[in-house]
């Protein structure tokens, strides 16, 4: 009852807050985002995680981006495109280059330009192993050089030691930092860019050098993290109240404004992103018209406020699908798990269209692989594993998991020991998340295997965990990008499989490894969509992990601006939304 008490408080003291605005600030052009959590860093290249990147998208920009609409490549930082060149002489031979130019009118908050200097700085800031940036370091170690334009310092050639599927996305799709901000003192104007790929003996002296050791501090820390951030976005950053709101206010006279670029406007005088956890609060907020727009809403929330006439003056409403999609992560190296009959057993076990029918109202789209159902190579002939009990304990049994003392829980000698099939299961909090897990382990139960379910946090479930391969079972989604091909190597090939790599299962397969060394050197478009098919039904066979579904975003948006939903995440873009209507004045 308390609980209760203090719920209803909190929703007075916020409405009270809120509507206590003068009728100067009720006009102001500023629109009101609901986020579900803390951001807690923005930072890029430290924390690309997606609560973060749906507000630093407006501050940091790459050198280009996907435009909303089209999902098509376009130039922001540079002026066009750069298109592929090969080396054939000299020591990058074998080689690409891509010549860039960045924008003449392009500048950093300061006035300063932005030049080859800023992208040269980034990519050590990426490449130094101090820091922060394993993700980002990962995926650009094609990078062999970047040689700046002597007569222009806005101009430089970022060259590739071989040719790559995504060698241009590579170069230009990353958020470049401004130098003067993020290194004052120019430290690492002494690295040497190439050597830090390269050479072991190099960076073991990087890492015991006292001046880079109190850079990577600095640059690791919260400080640029949560008080200083600066880029080359069409917003700035002003104030953050961590766990209850973050402003962003645009920059005047922006160099960006008259491009007539998407990714460069910045329409609304301010976007202040308020956090509320609680989807009930969030709702009352959104009613209250002090939220102006809100995602991943409740489906029965969105139908039923869809149909309610009350609202329908209000609000407009949109569900585009987005770039990822839901998977039971599958721990492969644990003992239990395998064994790829025991994985797809688990996958009989999940009543997806249940799921997407029932709990979802339909807002999805099923899957069976890795890859994105609006690919023109995802393999429409491999079919989603269907719900079947009687399935999943035939592949038990053919696995040799019996139940040899009658208890109901199926048991096996592994390394001879008598061992019985129990698994725990990571959820964290997230209504979905644990609907599923209850689900499975309800249905596991049916056929002899014990699910325990362990609530964490997922940051802890990450680090505690997943990363350390000390799991059975996690509910998770998986983000996509809008290449034109996956880069599926970081997720499923054994390379990958270490504490920092994104093989988080611990999946293993020789010929999926080739295929999946193939893939980004294939030129022949039709042979490198053939390769991904046939990994696509080697991993299907193997069931890494469980995959369950595309979900559709459910977008609620305030009449009082205009604006359109994108695929891209997370659904939508504020800084290109428009003021149209007035906003009711609270007294």
Same mark, same amino acid.
């Given at each position: 009852?308390?609980r209760?008490i203090s ?8 409405s009270?807050l809120?509507?206590?605005?003068t009728d100067?600030?009720?006009?102001d ?32 920009l ?7 609409e089209?999902?098509e490549?376009?130039p ?10 090969l080396?054939?002489s000299g ?8 010549d ?5 009118e ?5 006035g300063?330009?932005?030049?080859a ?18 993700r980002?370091?990962d995926?650009?170690t094609?990078i ?9 310092p ?5 060259i590739? &030691?071989?040719?790559?599927m ?11 930092y401004p130098? &003067? ?13 190439s050597k ?7 960076e ?7 001046s880079?050791l109190?850079?990577a ?8 993290s949560?008080q ?11 104030s @953050?109240?961590?766990?209850q709101?973050?402003v962003?206010? +645009?920059?005047?006279?922006? @160099?960006?404004t ?27 907020q ?7 727009i809100m995602?991943?809403?409740?489906d029965?929330?969105?139908l ?12 407009q ?6 770039t990822?999609?839901y998977?039971?992560?599958l721990?492969?190296?644990d ?5 790829k +009959? ?7 076990? %999940?009543? %997806? ?7 979802e ?11 994105h =159902?609006?690919?023109?190579y995802?393999?429409k002939d491999?079919?989603?594993?269907p ?13 040799g998991?019996?139940?040899?003392n ?5 048991d ?5 020991k +008598? ?5 725990d299961?990571?959820?964290s909090?997230?209504e ?6 209850l ?9 002899g ?5 362990i609530e ?11 990363k ?5 079972l996690?509910?998770?989604? %998986? ?19 270490n =504490?920092?790599?994104?093989?988080e299962?611990?999946? &293993?397969?020789?010929?999926?490894d080739n ?5 980004p ?5 039709k ?6 098919? +046939? ?10 992990? %469980? &995959? ?18 994108t ?19 609270k007294?």
């Amino acid at each position: 009852m308390m609980r209760f008490i203090s719920f209803i408080l909190f929703l007075f003291l916020l409405s009270s807050l809120i509507s206590c605005k003068t009728d100067a600030e009720s006009m102001d052009d500023t629109i009101h985002v609901r986020i579900e959590k803390d951001p807690e860093r923005l930072h890029p290249l430290i924390f690309p995680n997606s609560a973060a990147r749906e507000i630093y998208q407006y501050i940091f920009l790459p050198l280009a981006d996907y435009n909303s609409e089209s999902l098509e490549l376009e130039p922001l930082l540079i002026t066009k495109i750069p298109e592929k060149q090969l080396i054939s002489s000299g020591p990058y031979a074998g080689g690409i280059r891509f010549d860039i130019e960045i924008r003449p009118e392009a500048v950093w908050e300061d006035g300063s330009q932005i030049t080859a200097k800023d992208y040269i700085f980034s990519l050590k800031a990426i490449r130094m192993p101090l820091n922060n940036t394993s993700r980002y370091r990962d995926i650009l170690t094609n990078i062999a050089a970047v040689e700046e334009d002597p007569s222009n310092p806005k101009k430089f050639s970022v060259i590739m &030691y071989k040719d790559d599927m995504n060698a241009l996305e590579l170069c230009i799709q990353w958020e470049i930092y401004p130098a &003067y901000f993020y290194d004052p003192q120019n430290i690492l104007e002494r690295l040497d860019l190439s050597k830090l790929a390269s050479d072991t003996v190099y960076e073991k002296q990087v890492m015991a050098d006292s001046s880079f050791l109190a850079f990577a501090e600095s640059f690791n820390g919260l400080e640029y993290s949560s008080q200083k951030i600066s880029g080359s976005g069409p917003y700035k950053f002003t104030s @953050w109240e961590s766990n209850q709101y973050l402003v962003l206010e +645009k920059k005047q006279d922006y @160099w960006g404004t008259g491009l007539q670029i998407d990714h460069l406007k910045n329409n609304p005088d301010k976007i202040v992103f308020h956090m509320i956890p609680d989807d009930v609060a969030a709702m009352v907020q959104l009613k209250e018209g002090n939220i102006d727009i809100m995602n991943n809403v409740d489906d029965d929330d969105f139908l039923a406020l869809q149909k309610d006439e009350t609202y329908k003056d209000q609000f407009q409403f949109f569900s585009p699908s987005l770039t990822k999609y839901y998977v039971i992560l599958l721990n492969n190296k644990d003992p239990k798990l395998n064994d790829k +009959k025991v994985r797809r057993a688990l996958a009989h076990l %999940v009543d %997806v269209d249940h799921i997407l029918n029932k709990l979802e109202n339909g807002f999805g789209q099923r899957l069976a692989t890795p890859v994105h =159902p609006s690919k023109s190579y995802y393999h429409k002939d491999v079919k989603p594993i269907p719900f079947s009990l009687e399935n999943a304990q035939s592949l038990l049994t053919d696995a040799g998991w019996k139940d040899s003392n009658n208890d109901g829980t199926l048991d096996k000698t592994l390394d001879g020991k +008598k061992t019985e099939l129990v698994l725990d299961m990571y959820v964290s909090g997230q209504e979905l998340g644990n609907q599923v897990a209850l689900l499975l382990q309800q249905n596991a139960q049916k056929v002899g295997i014990k699910i325990n379910m362990i609530e964490k946090e997922f940051k802890a479930v990450r680090s505690e965990h997943i990363k350390t391969r000390n799991y059975h079972l996690v509910p998770s989604v %998986v983000s996509t990008d809008l290449n034109t091909w996956d880069d599926l190597k970081t997720r499923y090939h054994s390379e990958f499989d270490n =504490p920092s790599g994104a093989n988080e299962t611990g999946y &293993y397969n020789a010929e999926a490894d080739n295929i999946l060394t193939q893939i980004p050197a294939e030129n022949d478009l039709k042979k490198r969509a053939a390769l991904y098919k +046939k990994l696509q039904e080697i991993i299907y066979n193997d069931q890494p992990m %469980v &995959y369950l579904f595309v979900p559709a975003e459910r977008i609620i948006l305030n009449k009082i601006w205009k604006g359109n939903a994108t695929q891209k995440r997370p659904g939508y873009a504020v800084n290109q939304f428009e003021m149209i209507g007035k906003r009711a004045t609270k007294k």
